[in-house]
């Protein structure tokens, strides 16, 4: 991955090759914002223009010997630790992680984990991890002017594995360069934090987004507005809403199911969609539940009549015409409150079953507010 195939972010790219330039290199930066917005392509690039043998004052040359190495992401400088299942090593990994990178740049933790099938097995940064660090890092630089340790989503990382890299991180052997990259920086061990140079990533400009969108999927303008308009400057949403275009309905027609129950206060219905989404799969549910979030968002702020702020597809928008007044200020915090709990429960394998049912009955009494 080269600056040049990351999607707007100018600034960001600018920035990264001056402090190059300048000889200003942390020893450990935190790369952090919104899901999609090409944080982990950021960290390669800037991987990649730091051993470019020659660098150019826009990208790496792309033809030296460590480029071609960082085009198979084979370089035996670079090195890649990210959330895993089985109580494995990222290393175990690594061939399928070369290759889920090689046809993905803009993604998120679900597509990772259903590229290695991990069915209803959370993505996690096991402890055991840190000594695989630890000793790769001991190792001298093999050929490269830096040793570089790219952790996608520390906030994964197993609380003894973070504990034990503290040291490292604050005080790396010589020429040894760290890049974490995070979606949920609040949930980031904060002796963490402090030892990195954070670095914002935002949202990617809308005319980037739909220039992006029109080159790859071939949608007209108008199309490619109304995508970039909902994804609301996440490409790998963009990706989302293009290409799961049923699982987004699927989510749609469940939560219509959801809500009308709970409106009726019809317990036999309750009990049949609250039993249809404990039938779907674990990440499917964690999917749901942050379509559920951002819907009820949407209708919030679609009661305020500020319609550039609300990203909303056609159908959504319809039934939030009749549903969204529902959505009020007295309700939409423990709304929001109601669904992150299920959210966090159906993360720590709790029964699917009774965390539905619980929410749906919940939702009945949060409706009549």
């Known amino acids: 991955m080269y600056f040049r195939d990351i999607i707007g972010l100018h600034d960001v790219k600018k920035h990264l090759i001056d402090s190059v330039q300048r000889g200003f290199i ?49 370089h035996p400088d670079l090195h890649f630790v990210f959330p895993v299942v089985k109580s494995k090593t990222s290393d175990e990994y690594l061939p399928e992680w070369r290759e889920f990178l090689s046809g993905n740049a803009y993604f998120n933790l679900n597509d990772w984990l259903n590229f290695i099938n991990a069915e209803n097995a959370q993505g996690i940064i096991y402890s055991k991890e840190s000594d695989e660090i630890i000793r790769k890092l001991s190792l001298k630089v093999y050929e490269a002017p830096y040793k570089i340790m790219i952790v996608w989503l520390p906030e994964k990382m197993h609380d003894a594995c973070a504990n034990k890299l503290l040291k490292m991180i604050e005080e790396p052997p010589q020429n040894t360069i760290f890049l974490l ?28 987004m739909v220039t992006s969108i029109q080159s790859v999927f071939g949608l007209q303008e108008e199309d490619a507005k109304s995508v970039a308009h909902i994804a609301n400057g996440s490409f790998s949403k963009a990706i989302s809403i293009i290409r799961f275009a049923d699982d987004n309905e699927y989510f749609f027609s469940l939560f219509k199911e959801m809500m009308r129950s ?13 039993n249809q989404m404990a039938s779907i799969g674990r990440e499917m549910q964690k999917s749901y539940l942050l379509y559920c979030l951002r819907l009820f968002r949407e209708f919030f702020i679609s009661n305020l009549n500020e319609p550039d702020m609300v990203y909303l597809n056609e159908e959504e928008q319809e039934f939030g015409e009749r549903f969204a007044p529902y959505i009020n200020e007295k309700n939409i915090q423990p709304f929001n409150n109601e669904f992150q709990l ?26 009549k507010k």
């Open 26 to 74: 942390p020893h450990a930066r935190m790369f952090y914002g919104p899901e999609g917005v090409g944080k982990l392509p950021l960290a390669i690039a800037y991987a990649r223009y730091l051993n470019c043998e020659d660098k150019g004052s826009e990208d790496s040359c792309g033809k030296c010997p460590s480029c071609h190495k960082f085009d198979k992401l084979m």
């Open 181 to 208: 990259v995070s979606e949920d920086l609040e949930n980031v061990l904060p002796t963490i934090q402090s030892r990195c140079q954070p670095l914002n990533i935002r949202a990617i400009e809308h005319k980037e």
């Open 262 to 274: 709970s409106v009726s206060r019809n317990i036999k219905a309750i009990k049949t969609v609250a």
């Open 342 to 367: 299920a959210y966090r429960q159906i993360e720590q394998n709790g029964n699917a079953k009774i965390i539905f049912l619980d929410l749906c009955l919940k939702g009945t009494m949060l409706l």
